[in-house]
């Protein structure tokens, strides 16, 4: 039940990610077709923060998917539980540092709620609403993380491993 919750949100959040790449298309043609109609529709704000929301969606979906780019130098030297332990232990690491990057940006956009912060484009949106995607985005690949270091624990094959690729071969 847990385990198809998880895998669920990860693939909710790859989906989103897609809706806002294909929403940026859109907010760009509508800005192209308003410009050519006499109409000053300004989407350059609008897309930077689709961009960036996509960019966090995508964290613990491609994650899970074995995309990020991993260097596994040390990692592939070792075999059984010395690298099982190494695998765990930098999922746990770096759920660590996200976690704490995720923390502060949940303060970030707490500060703009507070102080009523605005973009300064024509839209003027309110600031904590693409960095909610931000602060959302980082909590999902903190999940992410410990999900994935309680599973190696328990003996299971990372789910990033089904998209290694090796660069160079011996």
Same mark, same amino acid.
């Given at each position: 039940?847990?385990?198809?919750?998880? $895998?669920?949100?990860?693939? !909710?959040? *790859?989906?989103? /990610?897609?809706?806002?790449?294909?929403?940026?298309?859109?907010? #760009?043609?509508?800005?192209?077709?308003? &410009?050519?109609?006499?109409?000053?529709?300004?989407?350059? +704000? #609008?897309? *930077?923060? =689709?961009?960036?929301?996509?960019?966090?969606?995508?964290?613990?979906? %491609? =994650?899970?998917?074995?995309?990020?780019?991993?260097? %596994?130098?040390?990692?592939? &030297?070792?075999?059984?539980?010395?690298? &099982?332990?190494? +695998?765990? !232990?930098?999922?746990? /690491?770096?759920?660590?540092?996200?976690?704490?990057?995720?923390? @502060?940006?949940?303060?970030?956009?707490?500060?703009? !709620?507070? =102080?009523?912060? #605005?973009?300064?484009?024509?839209?003027?949106?309110?600031? @904590? #609403?693409?960095?909610?995607?931000?602060?959302?985005?980082?909590?999902?690949? %903190?999940?992410?993380?410990?999900? +994935?270091?309680?599973?190696?624990? &328990?003996?299971?094959?990372?789910?990033?491993?089904?998209?290694? $690729? %090796?660069?160079?071969? $011996?």
């Amino acid at each position: 039940m847990i385990r198809r919750t998880l $895998d669920a949100l990860y693939l !909710w959040s *790859g989906a989103a /990610a897609a809706v806002l790449l294909a929403l940026i298309a859109v907010a #760009i043609i509508v800005q192209v077709a308003g &410009r050519s109609l006499g109409y000053v529709v300004d989407s350059t +704000e #609008i897309a *930077g923060f =689709f961009m960036a929301a996509s960019s966090f969606f995508a964290l613990a979906h %491609t =994650f899970k998917r074995g995309t990020h780019v991993r260097v %596994t130098l040390l990692v592939e &030297r070792l075999t059984g539980g010395g690298r &099982r332990l190494l +695998e765990a !232990w930098c999922c746990l /690491a770096a759920a660590g540092f996200v976690g704490f990057l995720a923390w @502060w940006a949940l303060d970030l956009v707490a500060q703009s !709620w507070r =102080f009523g912060d #605005i973009s300064p484009g024509l839209l003027a949106i309110p600031f @904590w #609403i693409p960095q909610a995607a931000m602060a959302f985005g980082l909590l999902l690949l %903190t999940l992410a993380l410990v999900d +994935e270091a309680v599973g190696i624990v &328990r003996g299971r094959e990372p789910a990033y491993a089904s998209g290694e $690729d %090796t660069a160079l071969d $011996d």
